[in-house]
T-cell receptor, first 112, second 114 residues
Framework: DTGVSQDPRHKITKRGQNVTFRCDPI?????LYWYRQTLGQGPEFLTY????????KSRLLSDRFSAERPKGSFSTLEIQRTEQGDSAMYLC??????????FGDGTRLSIL | DQQVKQNSPSLSVQEGRISILNCDYT??????FLWYKKYPAEGPTFLIS?????DKNEDGRFTVFLNKSAKHLSLHIVPSQPGDSAVYFC?????????????FGQGTILTVHP
């Protein structure tokens, strides 16, 4: 059990650029979640997968955001045409159904 | 619409004393509740959970109490230790132990003084 791994840990980009984050869940966990956390707030749900199927997306999630989990293992979260308001910590979590979610250390995104 | 609220942004206690962190929720569909602890530059770490069919769950120094009628839960840490200093998040889910999406509170910064 090596834990949930996220890459990169930090990303600095200019407004309007596209960015992609990767999450490697704990091995064999069938569920994978993406959350976003801004300063002074708790994590906010974005989307989650069970195996390769995306089961739910937040209504707050702009269509500039897209997530995939092509083989039911790692996942990517892409943000197109980044905006200042996208600056946040992006957290990934995974679990087996019925067990608590385990979180990675996050990717901090800064938009210049 | 903040469905899970932690109204105390911070709490300071002396080592060895009890720490009590509070959380209120508004969504009646929530039936599973969790507490996470977060250190700087790390992701949240699961501490303890409680189902709505219970009113108390205990794990070592940590006890969670649930008052469904008041839509209120609390985390008690006894005795508090300096290593407990962290941000504590309350989270809730609907759908029992299927642990779907979590809705988090804003967090409470706990500082335990030696």
């Amino acid at each position: 059990d090596t834990g949930v791994s996220q890459d990169p840990r930090h990303k600095i980009t200019k407004r309007g650029q596209n960015v992609t984050f990767r999450c490697d869940p704990i091995s064999e966990h069938n569920r994978l979640y993406w959350y976003r956390q801004t300063l002074g707030q708790g994590p906010e749900f974005l989307t989650y997968f069970q195996n390769e199927a995306q089961l739910e997306k937040s209504r707050l999630l702009s269509d500039r955001f897209s997530a995939e989990r092509p083989k039911g293992s790692f996942s990517t979260l892409e943000i197109q045409r980044t905006e200042q308001g996208d600056s946040a910590m992006y957290l990934c979590a995974s679990n087996f159904v019925g067990q608590p979610q385990h979180f990675g250390d996050g990717t901090r995104l800064s938009i210049l | 619409d903040q469905q899970v609220k932690q109204n105390s942004p911070s709490l300071s206690v002396q080592e060895g004393r009890i720490s009590i962190l509070n959380c209120d929720y508004t969504n009646s569909m929530f039936d599973y509740f969790l507490w996470y602890k977060k250190y700087p530059a790390e992701g949240p770490t699961f501490l303890i959970s409680i189902s709505s069919i219970k009113d108390k769950n205990e794990d070592g120094r940590f006890t969670v109490f649930l008052n469904k009628s008041a839509k209120h839960l609390s985390l008690h840490i006894v005795p508090s230790q300096p290593g407990d200093s962290a941000v504590y998040f309350c989270a809730a889910s609907a759908g029992g132990t299927s642990y779907g999406k979590l809705t988090f509170g804003q967090g409470t910064i706990l500082t335990v003084h030696p």
